[in-house]
């Protein structure tokens, strides 16, 4: 059980627009917040936030809930954890047994426990690098000497690597953290592949090596790059930690937790090659840099990149190798929807070294004045100053057509098209021409990518029946017809309950509140829902009420059963924005002035699901009665049922046939 003071203190102090801000670019509308939405591939803001009411509601996926939620979904924790998560961040303490590690899930588990090792690795490096001797005397100095400041180290908290093959293994080890653990983290790695998770066949991943931790956009470390510094070494120069339960490396972009306000600030990311990059960068005040850790721009780390700026400028370097890997970011960026431009720096040069030797001021002067589109950039790449050979013409046009294609916006491609017409001087239909052929091959690509993972998804389907996608609720025991009006009966159920979170601290009448009304009447009635789903919900709002002798929205809200669906329709209630207001007025008012006779019917529907589950089960009774006197109860309990129901319907104003 994790106590509710926590639980309530983190709502009071961890605003919803301060947790899901950390990760999403929110933009007010009126009394809430808009921005796009990271649990699907949003274009265009498709999320509200409500400070008010303290819930996030996506109108696209679907998506919604508190602050816990939240957590839960972006960093794929178990309520407990995202609990502990929000603690950990606004300093909350948590003592010890207050979180029952057991009702963690295994991989939740995996990952806390990982987490912890990462964690620990960082701020062993990080010593190292700054109190050790070989740190002191060696390594710092080295970073210094390269212009590195204490600050930076600080800030980026880079360390050092232990020096023997197993320094971080050991002191791993001695506190606590399991050898399982440590290799799960990417921390070691195993000597002998064949052989298991042992210490005797484990060694350490970095060895002599400065390393850079990789932070999650929320600050939380998820693995190393670490760049060796002895020059006699066969060892490769840079080395990043595996992939983990916690590191894909196609979803993150080193510098974000650290440059993510500058860069919401500016409105343009700068998009670099290295590490050494965005922390030279950094320190010269140029905060808002971003590094994709070696490989291609991934579609992820565009939509990642997208929640907090569509502006980036690439800064690479001017030779060949930093033209390709130019070239080739630039496609995914174009196909985000992304605004790209790119600055190329003198071969030699990167912008680390630049900003170092010149200084911020002819840094910023220098990327302003070259900064160019990606139309530019092929164009000076491929046809350099040959801007009449016909062969080079032809094919920098088809290589910006290519790009062109990848754009999904049609306005932009047809500017881009004109654009491209007036640089090569070539006639706009044929260049339209070369575009339509692009598009045409990606979107073939596209449907052969999603056949074959259809194909993928129904092999799975069929292999694996308990599958939570086939999940089918427990009726065993009843009949089809039966099941059929629990089910009924459980939709019903929703419904009261909904109309229960919009509502329930509204009054009814003189003497009760919505809330009251409706748990009276199912107490009198003995009616108290029935399926799994909600048996709970219901009784735990009770004891709620009968408790604090109230009950409300926030209540809803703020549990983590209800708070979903709660954030659904009561951010459904207020998505209209203003332009809409005036229209929908009318609908809005109604929907709150008829609450009263919103509760009297759904009532009414699940009393009479409730009068046909006892009728069904009378009349079952009397098929198996044994004696005159057992049909002839059954027979007037039927007639006394029947009355019942014939009340209610004509309430309701519905024939029941
Ligand atoms: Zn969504």
């Known amino acids: 059980m994790i106590s509710p003071e926590i639980i309530n203190k983190l709502f009071d102090i961890a605003s919803i627009e301060e947790v899901v801000g950390e990760y999403v670019m929110l933009k007010r509308a009126g009394a809430n917040y808009k921005g796009l939405c990271p649990f699907h591939d949003d274009k265009s803001p498709s999320m509200s936030v409500s400070p008010s009411k303290g819930i996030f509601k996506c109108f696209s996926c679907g998506q919604g809930g508190n602050i816990f939620q939240f957590i839960m979904e972006h960093e794929g924790l178990s309520y407990p954890l995202a609990i502990k998560h929000l603690a950990d961040k606004y300093n909350v303490p948590i003592e010890e047994g207050q979180i029952d590690v057991t009702e963690l899930k295994e991989e939740a588990r995996v990952k806390e426990g990982v ?28 970073l210094l000497e390269r212009g590195i400041a204490q600050q930076t180290i600080d800030t980026f908290s880079i360390g050092l690597s232990g020096t023997q093959r197993t320094d971080l293994l050991d002191e791993g080890l001695k506190n606590g953290y ?36 990789i932070f999650s956009v929320s600050g939380k470390v998820l693995g190393f790059g670490g760049r060796i510094i002895k020059k006699d070494t066969k060892a490769p120069k840079y080395l990043n930690s595996p992939e983990t339960v916690v590191y894909e490396k ?27 990059d965005v922390v030279s960068l950094n320190q010269s005040g140029v905060e808002n840099v971003i590094a994709a850790s070696g490989t291609a721009f991934t579609e992820e780390q565009a939509r990642l990149i997208k929640r907090f700026t569509h502006n980036i400028t690439m800064l690479f370097d001017g030779d060949v190798a930093g033209v390709n890997a ?30 170092q030797k010149r200084g911020t001021s002819a840094f910023k002067e220098y990327v302003t004045e070259k900064s160019q589109n990606f139309i530019g950039l092929i164009a000076e790449v491929t046809l350099g100053n040959q801007k009449n050979d016909p062969i080079k013409k032809a094919e920098t046009a088809r290589s910006i057509a290519e790009n062109i294609a990848a754009l999904p916006d049609p306005l ?25 052929k692009f598009k045409q091959e990606n979107r073939k690509q596209k449907e052969q990518e999603q056949r074959r993972e259809e194909r993928i998804q129904e092999k799975q389907n069929s292999s694996d029946t308990s599958s939570s996608y086939n999940y ?32 329930a601290d509204q009054e009814f009448d003189e003497e009760h509140s919505v809330a009251e009304y409706i748990f009276k009447e199912l107490q009198e009635e003995e009616i108290w829902p029935v399926s799994k789903e909600f048996e709970t919900v219901f009784k735990d709002a009770y004891a709620y009420l009968l408790e604090h002798k109230m009950l409300n929205e926030l209540y809803f809200i703020r549990n983590p059963s209800t708070s979903k669906m709660a954030a659904g329709i009561l951010s459904q209630r207020h998505k209209l924005s203003p332009g809409w207001e005036d229209n929908f007025e009318k609908i809005v008012k109604t929907e709150d002035d008829n609450y009263k006779h919103q509760v009297v019917q ?48 004509d309430e309701i104003g519905t024939v029941i046939l």
């Open 115 to 142: 987490y912890a090792c990462l964690e620990f690795a960082r701020k062993y490096f990080y010593e190292r690098l700054n109190e050790s001797q070989d740190g002191k005397v060696v390594y710092k100095p080295y």
């Open 178 to 213: 399991g050898a399982q653990q440590l290799y799960d983290a990417g921390l070691v790695k195993k000597i002998n592949d064949a052989e298991g998770v042992i210490p005797s066949n484990l060694r350490d991943t970095f060895i002599e090596r400065i390393v850079f931790p």
């Open 250 to 276: 196609r979803k993150e972009l080193y510098g974000l937790s650290v440059g993510k306000n500058d860069i919401r600030l500016k409105d343009r990311a700068f998009l670099v090659e290295g590490y050494m």
């Open 326 to 355: 130019s070239l080739k970011h630039i496609k995914t960026l174009l196909a985000a929807d992304l605004n790209v431009e790119v600055a190329l720096f003198p071969p030699d040069e990167d912008p680390d070294s630049f900003i």
């Open 412 to 436: 932009k491609r047809a500017a881009f098209i004109n654009e491209t017409a007036n640089l090569l001087q070539i006639p706009e239909r044929v260049l339209i021409d070369e575009v339509n």
């Open 472 to 503: 089918v609720p427990e009726f065993t025991s009843f009949t089809t017809a039966e099941a059929l009006l629990v089910d009924k009966k459980s939709y019903q159920e929703q419904d009261l309950l909904k109309t229960l979170i919009l509502f």
């Open 602 to 649: 759904n009532l009414n529907y699940l009393k009479l699901n409730h009068i046909e589950i006892l009728m069904k089960e009378n009349q079952e009774k009397m098929k198996c009665a044994e004696t005159e006197q057992e049909v002839l109860h059954c027979q007037q309990y039927h007639a006394v049922l029947q009355e019942i129901r014939k009340k209610i319907t």
